[in-house]
C-alpha cells in the first residue's frame, strides 16, 4: 500500500508497506493511518518530552488490544462488547 505524508512545508515521503492478506479495503487503511498519525501530531504538539519510544509503545499495546477484540468477536460473537476497564504498563523508564 503506497502511502504518502505531506507536511506543512510541502515535504513529503513515500512509503510502500505490503497489505495483509486480510486487508478488504485499502481506502479504509489509508483513512484509518491518516486519523492516527493527525491524532500523534496533535498529541505531541500539548505533551512535554514524548519520546518516539512512547509512540510506538502506545501503539503496540492499541495492536495487541485490537488484536484480542477480534479474537474475542471471533470467539464469542460480533455482539458482544468490549470495554477497556483499566491499563497499567509496568516497567524501567529510561528517564530519570
Do not use: W
Not at 503506497?2 to 510541502?10: G, W
Not at 479504509?28 to 493511518?33: E, G, I, K, P
Not at 471471533?74 to 462488547?81: K, L
Request: with cysteine; glycine share 8%; aromatic share 4%.
Amino acid at each position: 500500500m503506497p502511502l504518502q505524508q505531506t507536511r506543512a512545508l510541502r515535504d513529503t515521503f513515500d512509503v510502500d508497506v505490503p497489505l495483509h492478506p486480510d486487508t478488504h479495503s485499502c481506502e479504509d487503511v489509508a483513512t484509518l493511518v491518516e486519523g492516527f498519525l493527525r491524532s500523534i501530531d496533535r498529541y505531541r504538539r500539548d505533551a512535554q518530552g514524548l519520546a518516539q519510544g512512547d509512540v510506538l509503545q502506545a501503539l503496540s499495546i492499541v495492536t495487541a488490544v485490537q488484536m484480542a477484540k477480534g479474537e474475542a468477536a471471533e470467539r464469542y460473537g460480533s455482539g458482544m462488547q468490549i470495554t477497556l476497564r483499566d491499563l497499567s504498563v509496568a516497567g524501567n523508564s529510561a528517564r530519570g
